[in-house]
């Protein structure tokens, strides 16, 4: 799997939008991209998911390069429940998921 | 919907004593997955089933560890004996056909401390 890198940390204000960015330089051509949270004592929830384009649904909106090294995801409105730790991932069809470190974010009132 | 569901919640026992975790997949769902998260290693894949059938179990840390798919709407996670070291929060996973691409949707986790 293609690794990726994320900042430990990250803040944002409550309302605004949060843009929580991931670099995977190694991605291949058959990998996608994934990204998940976690909020404190519950399990990992399935946020979005993209290959080239750029996906939005209901939560929120991922942006990937054209050069698909990096992505970036938003929550357009955060509130204080989106506080959690931010999983981007990436995998080939058929493989498994490998979670990082992650980026936690704290939305502030 | 009914997500997936694990139980126990909590399970706290003293070291040596047999434990077992018990997960409800979604159903419809063909695949599903064992994780262990602990501060140190993070959230680690143990077993994977597909279609009730074991797949990988490389992540499955030593034979005290076994799991088990007797049918699509359940599975167990046993650990014999128990050790300290053991002490994780254990979650449940499944997805649908082709979990290459479709995401897992994960339990909410059996916390798991051995005294």
């Known amino acids: 799997d293609a690794k990726t890198t994320q900042p430990p940390s990250m803040d944002c204000a409550e309302g605004r939008a949060a843009n929580l960015p991931c670099n995977h330089s190694t991605i291949s051509g058959n990998e996608y991209v994934y990204w998940y949270r976690q909020i404190h004592s519950q399990g990992p929830q399935y946020i979005i998911h993209?290959?080239?384009n750029n996906e939005t649904n209901e939560m929120a909106s991922l942006i990937i390069t054209e050069d698909r090294k990096s992505s970036t995801l938003i929550l357009p409105h955060a509130t204080l429940r989106d506080t959690a730790v931010y999983y981007c991932i990436v995998r080939p069809t058929g493989n498994q998921f490998y979670f990082g470190t992650g980026t936690s974010l704290t939305v502030i009132p | 919907d009914a997500g997936v569901i694990q139980s126990p919640r909590h399970e706290v026992t003293e070291m040596g004593q047999e434990v077992t975790l018990r997960c409800k997949p979604i159903s419809g769902h063909d695949y599903l997955f064992w994780y262990r998260q602990t501060m140190m290693r993070g959230l680690e894949l143990l077993i994977y089933f597909n279609n009730n059938v074991p797949i990988d179990d490389s992540g499955m840390p030593e034979d005290r560890f076994s799991a088990k798919m007797p049918n699509a709407s359940f599975s167990t996670l046993k650990i014999q004996p128990s050790e300290p070291r053991d002490s994780a929060v254990y979650f449940c996973a499944s997805s649908t056909m082709g979990g290459g691409v479709q995401p897992q949707h994960f339990g909410d986790g059996t916390r798991l401390s051995i005294l």
């Open positions: 993209g290959l080239k």
